[in-house]
Each structure stands twice: as C-alpha cells, then as structure tokens.
C-alpha cells in the first residue's frame, strides 16, 4: 500500500488527465488526503484564499454524510449505492457501514480515475463492497454493472447515496430523471440520500460563498452549479410518481443535518437530505 503522507505519483494512473483540477481530487486535498496532483493542489488552495472555509464546508459535508449512512441502517436499510463515492480515504462508507451492520453492503460508483484506482486499492478484499467506474449520467450502465447487479439485492431497499455530487449535473431535467430512476430502481424502503451546493441558504454569506464556487469551478473538469431550496424541492423531493418523505430535519444546511451534539457553525452553503422513496398513489409509474 502506498504511504498515505505522500502525494500521489502521476504515473501511478496513466489515464489521468493533469492538466485541469479535479473535484474529486480536490476534495480529497482539503479533507487532508495526499491522493491529488499539484493542479489540484493550487486549485485548492486559490478556492481557500478565496473561501477561507472551504476546508470546514468539505469536512461538514464528509461528517453529514457518516450521519445519513448511520440514520439509514438504524431505518434498516444495509445496503448502499454510493453514486460519485470519491477517493474513500477520510472516513469512508464501507467502513462507518460495516462497522455499525457488518452485513452491509455498499457497491462505489466513480467516474474519475484516481478514485476509481484508489478505490480499487483499499477496497480489495473487503467483502460486501465494489467499485465500479462508471457515469452516474448513464443508469442503465451503473444498475447493470457488475460491481452493482452482482452485490446489490434489487427487491430489498437499498440507500443511493448521491453526496456533493448532483451539482455536477447541470442540466435540471437530466437531474430529475436520474434521481427518479435510481430513487425507483429498489425495494420497497427505499432512501435517497442527497448534499448539494446552494444558493439561498439562510446565510446571504454562504450563498454568495456557493456563487463563488461555481465561478472557480468553471475552470476545473467539472464546473458545478448551485441550486436553490424550491428547485431541489421540485427535482428530488416532488415527483410525479413517488415522493421523498424527508426524516427530521428535512432540507438544511448540511451543518444542521441531526448536528445537535456538535457545535453550532455558520452554514456552509450546502443542502442536505435523507428521505424514504414513498410511491403517490395514482401517480405515473415509471
Ligand atoms: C466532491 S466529491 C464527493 C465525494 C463523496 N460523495 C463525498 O461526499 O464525500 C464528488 C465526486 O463525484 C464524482 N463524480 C462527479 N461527476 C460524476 C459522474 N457523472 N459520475 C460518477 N461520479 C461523478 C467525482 O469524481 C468525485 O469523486
């Protein structure tokens, strides 16, 4: 295995391409993790002169997301399909899930490639877990994958986890669609577990923080874009054929998501959401 304190090698994943930052990488960076190239590295650290707390925003969001995998197993829910998994060094799922349910199962979906080899580094031999490098654009090709198919039970409920991820997807009705079609794809007890940049939290400082983070991502491979509580309301909650019944305390700042035992922070600018896909009666089926 390789020294954690030590940058990742270029060559250590030919495909990558060096010459743009990358979300993921430069997550992994502010989470403290050594798996990022210097272009993350200065990218990272212009967003941190820009949003000295960028740092915190990326560290409430990992914590909210150990939050929401607890909250699902305790619902009974043990399985996952953790869309945009990224490099799982700092906490990561697998590990939080299968130390509480050692049953549990969570199958990794990536599409960048320094995730997907880390990921394939430290999941070897895990039981119970996979990683699969797909598109979460294309769920035909991620619910078929074998890393998918082949763990997950499709009858039981399973926990799509979709965290600082759907911001990626510009497009609001590409959006709707794929949250509906992995929301839909599972047992009954379903849950759809959502983080997502926003632009009107009740912090006019947060929001703006939100504004400048689309603005410095549109120079990274993947530009983000914020949206705001109706919107999100509107794509992942409110859907023709199902609802999202949200546990307490619904779509807050992801510092606010059952955050009582920890201190009280500014907002960061990112919704949270944990909810069980409930079918409308008389809705359209898909
Ligand atoms: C900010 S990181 C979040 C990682 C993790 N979900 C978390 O919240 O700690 C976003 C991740 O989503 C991945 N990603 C972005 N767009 C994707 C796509 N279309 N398909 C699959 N993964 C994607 C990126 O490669 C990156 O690893």
Same mark, same amino acid.
């Given at each position: 295995m390789r020294d954690p304190d030590r940058h990742l090698d270029p060559d250590a994943v030919p495909e990558v391409d060096l010459t743009l930052p990358n979300p993921a990488r430069v997550y992994d960076y502010l989470l403290g /993790?050594?798996?990022?190239? &210097?272009?993350?590295?200065e990218f990272a650290e212009?967003? *941190? %002169? &820009?949003?000295?707390?960028? =740092?915190? @925003?990326a560290v409430a969001n990992r914590a909210f997301l150990g939050r929401a995998v607890r909250a699902c197993l305790? =619902?009974?829910?043990?399985?996952f399909l953790d869309l945009g998994s990224g490099i799982p060094t700092a906490a990561p799922v697998h590990e939080l899930a299968r130390r509480i349910d050692p049953a549990a199962r969570v199958a990794h979906v990536?599409?960048?490639?320094?995730?997907v080899a880390m990921s394939r580094e430290i999941l070897h031999g895990v !039981?119970?877990?996979s990683i699969t490098a797909a598109d979460l654009t294309d769920p035909a090709a991620v619910l078929a994958a074998p890393g998918v198919a082949g763990l997950l039970d499709p009858a039981e409920p399973v926990a799509v986890l979709a965290v600082s991820v759907l911001h990626f997807v510009a497009? !609001? %009705? *590409? *959006? &709707?669609t794929l949250a509906d079609t992995y929301a %839909? @794809?599972?047992?009954? /007890?379903?849950?759809?577990?959502?983080?997502? /940049?926003? %632009?009107?939290?009740?912090?006019? &400082?947060a929001a703006h923080d939100m504004r400048t983070v689309e603005r410095l991502t549109r120079e990274t491979s993947q530009p983000a874009r914020a949206r705001d509580r109706a919107t999100l309301r509107r794509l992942l909650v409110d859907r023709p054929g199902h609802r999202l019944d949200l546990l307490e305390p619904g779509l807050v700042?992801?510092?606010?998501?059952? @955050?009582?035992?920890l201190p009280a922070g500014r907002p960061v600018g990112m919704y949270a959401l944990v909810g069980e896909v409930v079918p409308v009666a008389g809705g359209q089926s898909r």
């Open positions: /993790g050594a798996h990022n190239f &210097a272009t993350d590295r212009r967003m *941190l %002169t &820009a949003l000295p707390h960028a =740092r915190r @925003a305790e =619902r009974g829910v043990r399985q990536d599409v960048e490639p320094v995730s !039981d119970g877990t497009d !609001d %009705t *590409l *959006l &709707a %839909t @794809a599972f047992g009954p /007890g379903s849950m759809l577990v959502v983080s997502h /940049g926003s %632009t009107d939290v009740d912090d006019p &400082a700042d992801v510092t606010a998501w059952r @955050a009582e035992d």
